[in-house]
Antibody, heavy 116, light 106 residues
Framework: QVQLQQSGAELVKPGTSVKLSCKAS????????MNWIKQTTGQGLEWIGI????????SYNVKFKGKATLTVDKSSSTAFMQLSSLTPEDSAVYYC?????????WGQGVMVTVSS | EIVLTQSPTTMAASPGEKVTITCRAS?????MYWYQQKSGASPKPWIY???KLASGVPDRFSGSGSGTSYSFTISSMETEDAATYYC?????????FGGGTKLELK
């Protein structure tokens, strides 16, 4: 069965970066795009961007350009999202989600807390 | 960016009661998608392409609409349906979500 296993919770300091991972299993990793989605109490669900695991091609929500960088490692069927120059406003739960044409499978989410 | 406005933001329903949630888009979209999220869990696809039920979703759920106006209905509320429901548009990037409707059991 399809599974997206995300890395564990992160507590990071302002101004630093963090790299989140999402390991896919149960399907051909390169056959579906992978997305990252941010969830906060205040802003709800926000789509960050999408990556084609086969080509490495990406597209970002303009709001997150310069903040998020999406990559993949095909050899391990893992997608990554690096968040840079972290501020408290980046504190959120981040999900990876597969998309054929909508988000059909989601990771369990990872909580990122930005605090000094 | 297409803004999705859900209403109501919160509501409570008794077992057996009919529930309707609406989602209005700031521009026309081809389809609407709905997700269910329970506390501490990831969102789950619930309805796709406006009216198609995702795998395992009971047939007391339904969706309808077109253009800028969509709705999500539970014909008869059950205990397990208490959750937050989000609408989502896939027509135009950035893909966006509604603010959510928290449905509680009365």
């Amino acid at each position: 069965q399809v599974q997206l296993q995300q890395s564990g919770a992160e507590l990071v300091k302002p101004g630093t970066s963090v790299k989140l991972s999402c390991k896919a299993s149960g399907y051909t990793f390169t056959s579906n795009h992978m997305n990252w989605i941010k969830q906060t109490t205040g802003q709800g669900l926000e789509w960050i961007g999408i990556i084609n695991p086969g080509s490495g091609g990406t597209s970002y929500n303009v709001k997150f350009k310069g903040k998020a960088t999406l990559t993949v490692d095909k050899s391990s069927s893992t997608a990554f999202m690096q968040l840079s120059s972290l501020t408290p406003e980046d504190s959120a739960v981040y999900y990876c989600a597969r998309s054929p044409d909508y988000f059909d499978y989601w990771g369990q989410g990872v909580m990122v807390t930005v605090s000094s | 960016e297409i803004v999705l406005t859900q209403s109501p933001t919160t509501m409570a329903a008794s077992p057996g009661e009919k529930v309707t949630i609406t989602c209005r888009a700031s521009s026309s979209v081809s389809y609407m998608y709905w997700y269910q999220q329970k506390s501490g869990a990831s969102p789950k696809p619930w309805i796709y392409e406006t009216s198609k039920l995702a795998s395992g979703v009971p047939d007391r759920f339904s969706g309808s609409g077109s253009g800028t106006s969509y709705s999500f209905t539970i014909s008869s509320m059950e205990t397990e349906d208490a959750a937050t429901y989000y609408c989502h548009q896939w027509s135009s990037t950035p893909w966006t979500f509604g603010g959510g409707t928290k449905l509680e059991l009365k």
